[in-house]
């Protein structure tokens, strides 16, 4: 079995910083990209951030200069620091891993997601 586990979420003022973490355990023989995924009310799951195994990362256009994704691969960890947040960003983020177990399969994996919310 795999597991992401996320920590970090929580009530923040517009323009103050929250950092959000997700450790991946388990039975794992290698994690390709690690990412950042959102889903406000009404609205479809997105994709945040993304880092890939090598360090290259991709942004969405709406937190581009204020997100910066990271990862410590000997922890299996990634963050996500969020800068300048502002109200549009409050959402749940979950945590999304692509990962071979030590079975040889390769699939996504999820965690449970945190609350973030932006609000004076």
């Known amino acids: 079995q795999v597991q992401l586990v996320e920590s970090g979420g929580g009530l923040v003022q517009p323009g103050g910083s929250l950092r959000l973490s997700c450790a991946a355990s388990g039975s794992i023989f290698t994690i390709y990209t690690m990412g950042w995924f959102r889903q406000a009310p009404e609205k479809q799951r997105e994709l945040v951030a993304a880092?890939?195994?090598?360090?290259?990362?991709n942004y969405a256009e709406s937190v581009k200069g204020r997100f910066t994704i990271s990862r410590d691969n000997a922890k299996n960890t990634v963050y996500l620091q969020m800068s300048s947040l502002k109200p549009e960003d409050t959402a749940v983020y979950y945590c999304n891993a692509d990962i071979r177990n030590i079975w040889t399969q390769r699939k996504d994996y999820w965690g449970q997601g945190t609350q973030v919310t932006v609000s004076s």
């Open positions: 880092i890939t195994s090598g360090g290259s990362t």
